[in-house]
T-cell receptor, first 112, second 111 residues
Framework: AQSVTQPDIHITVSEGASLELRCNYSYGATPYLFWYVQSPGQGLQLLLKYFSGDTLVQGIKGFEAEFKRSQSSFNLRKPSVHWSDAAEYFCAVAPGYQKVTFGTGTKLQVIP | NAGVTQTPKFRVLKTGQSMTLLCAQDMNHEYMYWYRQDPGMGLRLIHYSVGEGTTAKGEVPDGYNVSRLKKQNFLLGLESAAPSQTSVYFC??????????FGAGTRLSVL
């Protein structure tokens, strides 16, 4: 069965600083990969996805993620964090057509 | 432009009571899902459906039942609520590409 690991439960960054959230997955082949964001009291919203092709994918709100097959990773990055980016971020994988597995999430705090 | 709508938004139950959570989507998605979200555990899949009239168990199905009688609706039932079912419940829908669209959630407390 596939699994997703987000090793950082909580991250604090200063506004304007760069951000990298880590995600590692365990699966035999290359799955579909996603990052979602959840603001307090809200449902999840898709930030970006990787299905195939270019391993650097761009998403909404200035986020990008890079798929590294050799490291089974799909880390999320943003060059300059804004206070409105404070939220919880979930990595997800889908090896087939039926089920998605979510990581346990990383809470991002942004300090002025 | 509703997307995925969950009702109710909040509910408090006593142990042993039953209730049904309703999820409705207007995007003509084939797939629908019910998740529960608990602190530190991410989202865990309860049940899902790949089409009208079909349902399947997810990671944590015990104590829940579901039905998908119409393509746009996916119901989650708790027959005899337990305190362990206190959680935030999310419904989502997607095409086969797995890009999921989420509802705003239902916050359930079981006393």
């Amino acid at each position: 069965a596939q699994s997703v690991t987000q090793p950082d439960i909580h991250i604090t960054v200063s506004e304007g600083a760069s951000l990298e959230l880590r995600c590692n997955y365990s699966y035999g082949a290359t799955p579909y990969l996603f990052w979602y964001v959840q603001s307090p009291g809200q449902g999840l919203q898709l930030l970006l996805k990787y299905f195939s092709g270019d391993t650097l994918v761009q998403g909404i709100k200035g986020f990008e993620a890079e798929f590294k097959r050799s490291q089974s990773s799909f880390n999320l990055r943003k060059p300059s964090v804004h206070w409105s980016d404070a939220a919880e971020y979930f990595c997800a994988v889908a090896p087939g057509y039926q089920k998605v597995t979510f990581g346990t999430g990383t809470k991002l705090q942004v300090i002025p | 432009n509703a997307g995925v709508t969950q009702t109710p938004k909040f509910r408090v139950l006593k142990t042993g009571q039953s209730m049904t959570l309703l999820c409705a989507q207007d995007m003509n998605h084939e797939y629908m899902y019910w998740y529960r979200q608990d602190p530190g555990m991410g989202l865990r899949l309860i049940h899902y459906s790949v089409g009208e009239g079909t349902t399947a168990k997810g990671e944590v199905p015990d104590g829940y039942n579901v039905s998908r009688l119409k393509k746009q609706n996916f119901l989650l039932g708790l027959e005899s609520a337990a305190p362990s079912q206190t959680s935030v419940y999310f419904c989502a829908s997607s095409y086969r590409d797995h890009i999921q669209y989420f509802g705003a959630g239902t916050r359930l407390s079981v006393l």
